[in-house]
């Protein structure tokens, strides 16, 4: 079978993974003071860090539209035999309520929710290109690729509250507190949803070493076949402390770096960090 595999932008893997498998992106909408953009086409993180540093509004996120999703299931569904759809989790976002009502109208597009969001969505997305050589039935692609969702690890550290108190996800007592005490607080996907599940305390990378060594050390759970350390602008010592606990602590035949798109960026802001893997 000749399987095109499309996603949502929200998957955060780099240019260069997206032209090795060949892989289209959905970009979302991102609202900018009343102004809409194209997530990674008209508008990137760092265009929205320096319009929050400036002093303006967080910026927020729409999902594709039905319309969207039509048009491109259209480039693809007569040139393949099969078009795979990853979306963004159906927990965060209405993405894959909308793909699948477009997808109504293509009997040979499927619609995958990864249940997830960044390259923890991209790790499906991966999968589906993998798995999608070798299928020889759609529906049983579809079948490997749901099974695999409930495989996907991925958390975050951040290293500042600011974005979630402006976001309304925070409270400001709570952001003092925890800047008072040093504390960063570490969101783990978790049946579609985030939540807070640990919380680390002193400087950044000290951390990030304590983190990653908490999600990889002893563990025989893990597949080696790739991780991502994903991220948002973070100082350099920082991110050397995760790619050297990842080095120390993991056996991982690829170690993929890249960084977090405009959701990521707009929920989370700068200084943000995670690894993202599959389980056995």
């Known amino acids: 079978m000749r399987i095109k595999v499309t996603a949502d932008s929200t998957c955060d893997l780099s240019p260069s993974l997206l032209e090795t498998y060949g892989i289209t992106l959905a970009p979302l909408t991102v609202v900018k003071d009343g102004e809409h953009f194209l997530d990674g086409v008209t508008i990137t993180p760092a265009d929205i860090f320096a319009h929050v540093a400036a002093g303006g509004s967080l910026c927020s996120t729409a999902a594709v539209s039905v319309g969207e999703y039509q048009g491109l299931f259209s480039q693809f569904s007569a040139q393949y035999d099969g078009v795979i759809h990853v979306t963004i989790g159906s927990g965060f976002s209405s993405c894959y309520q ?69 976001g309304g996800r925070c409270s400001s007592a709570a952001a003092l507190g925890a800047n008072l005490l040093g504390l960063k607080p570490c969101i783990e996907v978790r049946d579609g949803k985030m939540q807070v599940v640990k919380k680390y305390r002193g400087a950044y990378a000290k951390c990030l070493a304590a983190y990653v060594q908490d999600r990889l050390a002893g563990r025989s759970d893990i597949d080696p076949s790739r991780l991502f350390i994903t991220y948002t602008p973070v100082e ?16 991982f035949r690829q170690v993929e770096e890249t960084t977090a798109g405009c959701t990521i960026s707009c929920h989370c802001g700068p200084g943000t960090l995670g690894v993202l893997f599959i389980r056995k």
Request: aromatic residues 4%; negative net charge; contains cysteine.
């Open 98 to 166: 909308n793909a699948c009502l477009a997808a109504q109208e293509f009997p040979n597009v499927r619609v995958i929710d990864s249940q997830n969001l960044s390259t923890g969505q991209g790790l499906v997305v991966l999968a589906a290109c993998d798995l999608g050589q070798r299928a020889t039935s759609l529906d049983q692609l579809c079948h490997s690729l749901e099974a695999l969702t409930q495989k996907v690890e991925a958390s975050f550290v951040l290293s500042r509250l600011a974005y979630m108190v402006k």
């Open 236 to 251: 350099d010592e920082a991110l050397n402390a995760a790619r050297q606990a990842a080095a120390r602590f993991g056996q």
